[in-house]
């Protein structure tokens, strides 16, 4: 089993920043890609952020020049600094994490935590 705990939403004026954190435990040998997206209702979750193992990152368009990821491997946590926020970075956030989960598997399983929300007010 493996739990993914999200913190770090909240309302927030625009302009504002937040921080969310995500931290995987459980039976983990180890995480691959780690990232967060984000959905609104009647639309697709959408890609946010993503960062590999080695640091390698990749995030979304319309966050590139506000959001940064960064992951904790010994925590096994990623975080989402959040910067410039605008109303129409409300969501509710999901963290994802691709989970090796013992040394007898090669595979890497995708799992997702509850979600947090975020409210940016104008």
């Known amino acids: 089993q493996v739990q993914l705990v999200e913190s770090g939403g909240g309302l927030v004026q625009a302009g504002g920043s937040l921080r969310l954190s995500c931290a995987a435990s459980g039976s983990i040998f180890g995480i691959n890609v780690m990232g967060w997206y984000r959905q609104v209702p009647g639309k697709q979750r959408e890609l946010v952020a993503r960062i590999t193992s080695g640091g390698r990152t990749n995030l979304a368009d319309s966050v590139k020049d506000r959001f940064t990821i960064s992951r904790d491997n010994a925590k096994n946590t990623v975080y989402l600094q959040m910067n410039s926020l605008k109303p129409e970075d409300t969501a509710v956030y999901y963290c994802?994490?691709?989970?090796?989960?013992?040394?007898?598997?090669?595979?890497?399983?995708?799992?997702w935590g509850q979600g947090t929300r975020v409210t940016v007010s104008s």
């Open positions: 994802n994490a691709e989970v090796r989960p013992t040394a007898y598997s090669s595979s890497y399983y995708p799992h």
